[in-house]
């Protein structure tokens, strides 16, 4: 055991470049063992960079190392990969959840950590072919499900596992590593419901009792003040601010970073213009999206209106959007501007000039290899032969380069998307800038009808306005018809003109965005099955 | 009453294969005697065969076509026992033990390549199996005499090197079946290839409760989440190809002895296209299969195999046609069998839509 004083983690003066590209400036951070760090900041400010650091992920060796020193229990540590972190007691729970489907909870808790009993085989053949011994598996996950005090059942299959079970399965592996010191959550709450996140925030208090000490990535300020006792908030790669919690509050927080205040986005809706026609009349709609199940949902959306569809996470008003484009198993009948779109078929509706912005941008959201030029351009070119010039008639064709420039540059600008030039990769922006993308992608389209599906997720409190804004002036100069998917009532009110409930799988009701929090609310918990 | 419809539809292949036998059997007028003595006897001798496409198929391999590897690796084995002619038991022994270094090394082989071809596992091993085919025959046709030697005539070519296109076993004749072996109504029971099967059964049903299964099955669901984990997946998928070949050349070792006869050139093709075949007659799917599986596989489809000339000539009055149902079997089973595995995927994605949908329409009324 190393110097008992010493803090438990010590990052000094780090500093690291990509190609040139300077994210992270002179970070400094102390932790003490049950300290609870929430880590702020801007989209592309470079928190996860930070926490990749520290974890050790090949990533950052791979694209010229870093520079200052880490010290982790009084040694100065120099991690070559995850494993040597996670060996010297650092465990960290990434976005995109590493699980395997088939096996339970327990299996995936202990996944190549399974507890074993040798046999004569195995002393011939080697430790493979130790069986493993169930009882003691049983025992480590329910031991590490109950540190976590948020109960999953341990024999559960995660493929039948609601998200958010999904996400504590994987909290659960970290705390069943017993020389676990520090835990890293980047985000973890973003795809969590209300109340699954209020157990996360319980479940990190209780590990920072047990002398866990945490790092807590995230954009939902009020869940920094709820659970931390330290609040770092960066800025462009540095760090701007560093103090107890006690001694902040969620403006100050907002204003460090981004160096200004930021006012709560105010509606400027006119109201829906009821004698509008309706230019797309969904009716007894049912989409088999996991953990998001449409039931039967009739909707009429009107001609040059924003239209919010919110509800509690799981109750399905993700699918609906997911249903119509035609990305999961879905029936009943859509009907867009008098004609009938066939359902499963995306192709169909980004023909008929729907676009969709998904609220899963690793999954169908983005090139990650190529270009933001050719991510934002390449939709358009596709299916409007946007951005083509044309010869001897339209015989020849060849990109336009100069025009697919611009139009880049344009929503770079409009959205502040955070990268070195149109050129860069998508992979290598922050995440919140990745979603960015996401949205210029579908307004390079200049589509008639857009659906944007959570389409703040991961955004920076700065950044939200801009992008609501950026919604609102398609909306108004393009004329574009837009609905809203959020599981944020605030935002949906502060852009909409009307918005839609959906609980148990189908609308509970619409009403104005001026009408109080607490009707809306109602409506949420109406069907909730 | 849905319970019985979903039963149904998950069994179909198997269900398909029960009808069928129920007709053609009494149509064959064989006796029930003699039909159970058949059907023992080509369950002890393809059994093993069977069993060891199990493990690649939990390392999420799919169907291991490369298992015809093992095959030679047996048939080589047993080729050189006999020519140091080695009887009984210690031949086969023997012929076992000299069958280990040569699956290995192309259970090596043939692993490192479906690790560059990930998820395209069926194919390659397929084409992997073409392609050894040829290297076997040029061992055996022209290597076996000049470099390797061969003394006994009765194994060479009268040309003088290379090996004749039967090889006989005879004087090994069935010397495992008939250990321990009595009959039981006329009913021979070969109770020492039983207790090897057994024996390979429970070393299966034991190796998936080991760290080293737990990782295949961990591989064969997710690879990169394995790998996150620290799991070496190529490593594994190796061992697990290696393991397979091991005991596909036990296998082919006991198949020969209970032939006492094995055509040089083609018996390891057919052996891996039947052991295939007869996988999924039990109801075997490419990503799951259990050794309940393997059995009523071997028996539904040799019970078809052996009715099969009879009914044929019974029917149409020539017995080619028999011979030629039998093959035709074979080929259609593993085609119908993928394409079937692709439609149920796809079914069962749509079988949560069909749900919800009735559930609306009943809501409606
Ligand atoms: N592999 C990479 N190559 C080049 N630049 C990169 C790479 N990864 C990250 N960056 C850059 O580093 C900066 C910091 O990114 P980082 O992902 O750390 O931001 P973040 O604070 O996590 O933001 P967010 O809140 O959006 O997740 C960004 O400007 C990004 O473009
Ligand atoms: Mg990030």
């Not at chain 1, 026609?277 to 007894?284: A, F, P, R, V, W």
């Not at chain 2, 040799?302 to 009055?317: M, Q, S, Y």
Request: hydrophobic letters at 45%.
């Amino acid at each position: 055991m190393a110097n008992n004083n010493a803090p438990l983690l010590e990052m000094k003066n780090i500093q690291k470049s990509f190609y040139g590209n300077q994210v992270l400036n002179d970070i400094n951070i102390t932790l003490n063992e049950g300290d609870v760090l929430g880590l702020c900041g801007e989209n592309g400010a470079g928190k996860t960079t930070l926490m990749k650091i520290l974890f050790g992920m090949e990533e950052i060796a791979e694209t010229g190392g870093y520079g200052g020193e880490i010290c982790f229990n009084g040694e100065k540590v120099d991690f070559k990969s995850p494993f040597d972190a996670l060996n010297a007691g650092i465990g960290m729970v990434h976005q995109e959840f590493s699980l395997i489907p088939g096996f339970t909870a327990t299996e995936n808790i202990l996944l190549n950590r399974e507890p074993l009993k040798r046999n004569v085989i195995s002393e011939v053949f080697g430790d493979r072919l130790n069986t493993l011994n169930y009882n003691e598996m049983t025992g480590r996950a329910e031991n590490a499900i109950e540190k976590m005090g948020f109960k999953i059942d341990p024999k559960m299959v995660i493929a039948d596992m609601p998200v958010g079970h999904k996400q504590f399965t994987e909290i659960a592996r970290e705390l069943s590593k017993e020389n676990l010191r520090l835990l890293i959550l980047d985000e973890p709450t973003a795809v969590l419901t209300e109340s699954e996140a209020d157990a996360l925030l319980q479940s990190i208090k209780s590990m920072s009792e047990r002398g866990v000490a945490v790092i807590f990535v995230t954009h939902r300020l009020e869940e920094i003040m709820t659970v931390c006792n330290k609040v770092v908030v960066m800025r462009d790669g540095l760090v701007v601010m560093d103090t107890r919690a006690e001694d902040t509050d969620v403006k100050k927080i907002t204003k460090a970073m981004v160096g200004r205040d930021v006012e709560s986005v105010d509606n400027k809706s006119v109201g829906t213009d009821e004698t509008a026609e309706t230019i797309m009349s969904i009716k007894n709609l049912w989409v088999d999206m996991p953990g998001e199940t449409v039931r039967n949902v009739s909707l009429d959306v009107k001609k040059g209106e924003i239209l919010g569809i919110g509800g509690l996470a799981g109750q399905g008003k993700l699918g609906v959007p997911n249903g119509i484009m035609g990305l999961y198993e879905a029936g009943g009948t859509v009907v867009f501007k008098g004609n009938e779109i066939p359902l499963n078929s995306p192709r169909k509706c980004l023909d008929s000039n729907i676009a969709f912005v998904s609220e899963d941008r690793r999954g169908v959201g983005l090139l990650l290899d190529e270009t933001l030029e050719w991510n934002i351009a390449f939709p358009a070119m596709q299916i409007q032969n946007k951005f083509l010039k044309k010869l001897f008639g339209g015989l020849i064709k060849w990109r336009d380069e100069k025009a697919i420039k611009e139009v880049t540059d344009k929503y770079i600008d409009e959205l502040q998307i955070k990268c070195t030039s149109s050129k860069q990769k998508a992979k290598e922006l922050s995440g919140g800038n990745q979603q960015k993308i996401c949205l210029a992608k579908s307004f390079a389209l200049e589509p008639e009808f857009l659906f944007a599906s959570e389409p703040t997720r991961g955004i920076d409190v700065g950044a939200k306005s801009l992008v609501l804004e950026a919604l609102r002036k398609l909306n108004k100069e393009k004329g574009v018809t837009v609905v809203v998917i959020s599981s944020e009532l605030e935002e949906l009110r502060g852009v909409c003109d009307r918005i839609a409930i959906v609980s148990g799988g189908e609308v509970a009701g619409i009403l104005p965005a001026s009408k109080s929090s607490e009707e809306f609310g109602q409506l949420m918990v109406s069907k909730v099955i | 009453m849905k319970n019985i419809i979903e039963f149904l539809k998950k069994n179909i292949v198997p269900i398909m294969f029960i009808i069928i036998c129920s007709i053609c059997v009494p149509i064959s007028g064989f006796s029930v005697t003699y039909m159970i003595n058949e059907v023992m006897t080509r369950l002890t001798r393809n059994a093993f065969l069977i069993l060891s496409l199990l493990i690649p198929i939990m390392a999420g391999m799919g169907l291991n076509f490369g298992m015809t590897l093992g095959a030679m690796a047996g048939e080589i084995a047993i080729v050189l026992v006999s020519d140091w002619q080695i009887w009984g038991i210690p031949a086969i022994v023997l012929a076992c033990i000299f069958s280990i270094p040569i699956s290995i090394l192309l259970g090596l082989f043939c692993g490192k390549m479906l690790n560059m071809a990930k998820s395209r596992e069926m194919v390659t091993s397929y084409i992997i199996s073409f392609f050894m085919n040829g290297i076997y025959m040029l061992l055996m046709l022209y290597a076996m005499g000049p470099i390797i030697p061969i003394k006994h005539t009765s194994i060479k070519l009268p040309r003088g090197y290379g090996i004749r296109n039967t090889v006989s076993m005879l004087n090994n004749r069935q010397c495992i079946d008939n250990a321990l072996a009595f009959s039981v109504g006329g009913v021979k029971i070969p109770v020492l290839t039983l207790l090897i099967i057994a024996a390979m059964c429970l070393f299966i049903i034991w190796f998936r409760k080991t760290k080293l299964g737990q990782d295949m099955r961990a591989v064969g669901q997710d690879m990169e989440v394995a790998r996150s984990a620290g799991i070496d997946v190529e490593k594994t998928r190796i061992i697990a190809m290696v393991i397979s070949t091991v005991m596909a050349g036990f296998g082919m070792v006991l198949y020969v002895q209970n032939l006492s006869s094995f055509s040089t050139y083609s018996s390891h093709s057919n052996v891996g296209m039947f052991a295939i075949a007869a996988l999924l007659v039990g109801g075997a799917s490419v990503d799951k299969a259990s050794i309940g599986n393997v059995f009523l596989g071997v028996i539904l489809f040799h019970t078809l195999f052996i009715v099969a000339p009879t009914v044929g000539t019974k029917i149409t009055g020539d017995s080619m046609v028999g011979e030629y149902f039998r093959v035709f079997i074979s080929y259609a089973v593993i085609t119908i069998a993928l394409i079937m595995y692709e439609i149920k995927k796809r079914q069962q994605k749509s079988n949560a839509g069909k749900l919800l949908a009735e559930a609306q329409n009943k809501e409606e009324q």
